[in-house]
């Protein structure tokens, strides 16, 4: 019989790793001399992972027991790759280290001392769904008539929340903050965020949230433990630490109060997510925090080219509150970025397309291909212009444009003009209403059999009472304000002015970002003047891009994805589309504190996506006959000319079946087209000052 030895520990004699031929010098710097409060700044595509989890390995092959070293990471997919490439180095799976994200490793603590936070140690922990249905039991224990006027949705409540416990604000702060036409409900919040506390004490449950602070709470009121925690914690490393909240910043310091061998890597040029509570501030201040503190830069980069380097050194060399550095390449030169102009979003998202397909044809693999959007509601004249040309792709961080709820529910509105018999789109578009229900609206349904437009239903409706009759009445108001405007955009504009814009204020936390995505819808539609045409169009791009989903390898898809979502991937070649003043930098960030840097950040995490090439596009108007021009983004007008390569199309934007203009009945005779070609060989693409919009009048 053979015998298999499992190899459980470290052995010394079994693996040697060569620090010095296995990292660069910035690497190895940090490895060797990482002891005491340390901050490392790593620059995209600089190798933060292999540092971090090299720094491990060394502090375990120096004798550094594994169970005091204390890894925390942001994601549990992250924490493993992590844990995966020490053991890897080891040659052994470094049993006892204390490897993982804060809420897992606030988890494993609280377990051990619970009872001094007011919990037992048989805590359970809620999840989002558990949150949002306690959430709603607490709203209806205080007798809150949601009819009378639209209350803000369990999951609207929750997030009020959780950005009030992570970011250290006061429920009425965080309302004023997060939802501002919530402001004369705050009392009534307040009291059943009170209400939501005492529940979860009494049925001794945490939700995610609760494990940071009742851990803080932990480590602040009771030195004891502190003290015994950050003893056995001798070294402390933390990744991403830009991303980090002011709980977690705490956190962190009371774990290292001892040995003060805090070791944070990150980079400040890539903080992106305040509106999740994230803190910049941490990283920024950390040489204040510990004025002992080194600073260590990692700044050689081995993702990008030097073309596209130079450009994303250009772009946050702007910033003014920052840790300066300069990006330095190690891969060969490639072309220079691409900055293309188009006549407006459906020539964007033609040349966007057609140029997919060219990299594709030379080579280059549609899943190594990513165009990213600011916001969700950029992608979908994009989304319409790959559904016709059969091209797969794969959506980051949502659901596609017309698989959205909110654009369905317009779609469903647009339904009942065209066909006042749909007894599908009369059900979910009552089902908006408060007070209806499923059963509710059958019944209605049933009264409005016999009618044979939506013109004739408004000119006698049938009289419906009590509070389904409210409802019934608001969507027959919605009718009758859509019926008004004969066209597609007209219809749609209607209902993101009536009562569904307060649907979706009480309904959904990010409203916002969905009213945007109804207005880019309302654009798109402005091309069109039939009603039946515009929703045959719609229909069939939503089905296409459902039945493609079940046959295709992901491998070969092209992927889409928000900014955000994009942060931490990499791919050969990069559109970033959009990139309009107003959009991209959002209007809404320029708004709050510090707006206009993270937004250039979120520009700088975009760029630093693409390996070989850059292309940034955006449209010089928003199409439509009333031809509103756009002005450049701010952040492509800082860019020095000798960086991009400006790009001139020539040819009509295409808006049909297969790149052809749609026919007479979908677009109006009148509908103007800008032909960049005639824009002569002076280009308004990057004015030197001045108006954008002057400057295109000029000519």
């Known amino acids: 019989m053979k015998e298999f030895v499992l190899q459980n520990q470290f052995d010394p004699s079994r693996c040697k790793i060569d620090y010095r031929k296995e990292l660069n010098e910035e690497q190895l710097d940090v490895v060797l001399n990482g002891d005491g409060p340390c901050l490392v700044l790593a620059g995209a595509g600089s190798g933060k992972t292999r540092t971090i989890t090299y720094r491990v390995a060394y502090l375990i092959e120096n004798g550094v027991s594994p169970e005091n070293i204390l890894l925390v990471t942001f994601t549990n997919k992250a924490a493993r790759e992590m844990l995966g490439r020490v053991e890897g180095l080891l040659c052994a799976y470094p049993k006892g280290l204390w490897g993982g994200t804060f809420h897992s490793i606030a988890n494993r603590l609280l377990r051990v001392h619970a009872s001094a936070v007011g919990h037992t140690s048989n805590f359970t922990i809620m999840d989002e769904e558990d949150a949002r249905s306690l959430i709603k039991a607490c709203v209806k224990e205080l007798a809150v008539d949601t009819t009378a006027r639209r209350f803000p949705s369990p999951a609207n409540l929750h997030n009020v929340i959780s950005y009030a416990m992570n970011s250290g604000l006061s429920t009425r702060e965080a309302v004023e903050r997060k939802h501002a036409g919530f402001w004369n409900l705050i009392p009534t919040i307040e009291r059943m965020a009170e209400l939501y506390e005492i529940h979860k004490a009494n049925a001794d449950v945490v939700d995610f949230d609760d494990l940071l602070l009742l851990l803080r709470k932990l480590l602040y009121t009771n030195p004891a433990v502190r003290d015994r925690l950050a003893t056995q914690f001798q070294y402390v490393l933390v990744d991403e630490y830009q991303d980090t909240n002011t709980v977690q910043a705490d ?307 092209l992927v889409l994805s928000t900014i955000h979502q994009a942060k931490g991937l990499e791919w050969d070649a990069v559109f970033v589309m959009g990139l309009v003043d107003g959009k991209f930098p959002h209007q809404r960030a320029l708004d709050e504190d510090g707006g206009l840097e993270e937004e250039r950040r979120l520009f700088y995490v975009a760029t630093t996506r693409a390996r070989r090439h850059l292309f940034l596009t955006y449209p010089i108007s928003s199409g439509g006959d009333t031809l509103m021009f756009s002005q450049p983004s701010q952040f492509i007008q800082e860019l020095p000319d000798s960086l991009v390569e400006q790009i001139r199309l020539r040819g009509q934007p295409s808006g049909g079946s297969h790149g052809q203009r749609p026919t007479q009945s979908a677009w109006r005779d009148d509908e103007p087209t800008i032909v960049l070609d005639d824009l002569g060989e002076r280009r308004p693409t990057k004015p030197s000052g001045g108006s954008f919009l002057r400057n295109i009048e000029d000519l």
């Open 251 to 557: 956190i962190v310091r009371q774990l290292a109060s001892v040995h003060q061998n805090v070791l944070v890597v990150g980079d400040d040029a890539q903080s992106i997510y305040s509106f999740r509570a994230a803190q910049i501030r941490n990283i920024l201040d950390f040489p204040k925090t510990y004025p002992e503190a080194q600073t260590f830069r990692l700044v050689t980069n081995y993702r990008s080219s030097p073309e596209i380097l130079s450009l994303a050194n250009a772009v946050i060399g702007r910033n003014r509150d920052q840790f300066k550095k300069e990006l330095r390449a190690v891969c060969a030169g490639c072309e220079k970025p691409n900055l293309v102009p188009a006549a407006n979003q459906f020539q964007e998202a033609q040349y966007i397309a057609e140029q997919v397909l060219q990299l594709r044809d030379a080579g280059t693999d549609l899943r190594d291909i990513a165009v990213l959007f600011r916001g969700s509601f950029q992608s979908q004249s994009l989304e319409f212009e790959l559904a016709k040309r059969d091209v797969p792709y794969d959506y980051r961080g949502g659901m596609k444009f017309f698989q959205r709820a909110h654009i369905k529910d317009v779609v469903s509105h647009l339904k009942l003009v065209a066909n006042v018999r749909d007894v599908l789109s009369w059900t979910r578009v009552l089902g908006l209403q408060s007070g209806i229900g499923t059963v509710t609206a059958g019944r209605i349904v049933e009264k409005l059999r016999g009618f044979e437009s939506a013109g004739d239903l408004v000119a006698s409706p049938p009289v419906i009472e009590g509070k389904s009759g409210r409802g019934f009445d608001a969507v027959l108001s919605m009718l009758r304000k859509m019926l008004s405007g004969t066209r597609p955009a007209d219809m749609v504009r209607a209902v993101i002015t009536g009562g569904y814009r307060d649907y979706l204020e009480a309904e959904y936390p990010d409203f916002m970002d969905r009213l945007e995505d109804l207005e880019q819808f309302a654009l798109f539609a402005e091309p069109y003047v039939d009603v039946n045409t515009f929703l045959e169009e719609v229909t069939l791009t939503e089905d296409y891009g459902a039945a493609r989903e079940n046959g295709t390898d992901d491998r070969e898809r």
